[in-house]
């Protein structure tokens, strides 16, 4: 069963940057493709970022490109989140997700079928 853990999630002034991780354990971690996702309150969980299983392919979504970095380490099974000039927009639960199958890398919801626990982001203005 694949399990994905996050963490670095916490409390930062608009401007500033944390890092998140994920470490994925379970099954072979490098032949798949990885993702971020958040979800405000009241709002629908929405794509952040995705890299392809070598690390080479990268997606953003709009809101978070040129500030998010998405980076990968397949020798520790860890996925990170760079996140840098924050925004109280920003605030959000995210969610490291993994799709079920190996060509997969999307941006839609449906296609992982793997979420961690969340972890909780909070920008404050």
């Known amino acids: 069963q694949v399990q994905l853990v996050e963490s670095g999630g916490g409390l930062v002034q608009a401007g500033g940057s944390l890092r998140l991780s994920c470490v994925a354990s379970g099954r072979t971690f490098s032949s798949y493709a990885m993702a971020w996702f958040r979800q405000a309150p009241g709002k629908e969980r929405e794509f952040v970022a995705a890299i392809s299983f070598g690390g080479r392919t990268t997606y953003y979504a709009d809101s978070v490109k040129g500030r998010f970095t998405i980076s990968r380490d397949n020798a520790k099974n860890t996925v990170y989140l760079q996140m840098n000039s924050l925004k109280p927009e920003d605030t959000a639960v995210y969610y490291c997700?993994?799709?079920?199958?190996?060509?997969?890398?999307?941006?839609?919801?449906?296609?992982?079928?793997?979420w961690g626990q969340g972890t909780q982001v909070t920008v404050s203005s």
């Open positions: 997700a993994a799709p079920g199958r190996p060509a997969t890398m999307s941006t839609a919801l449906r296609e992982y079928d793997y």
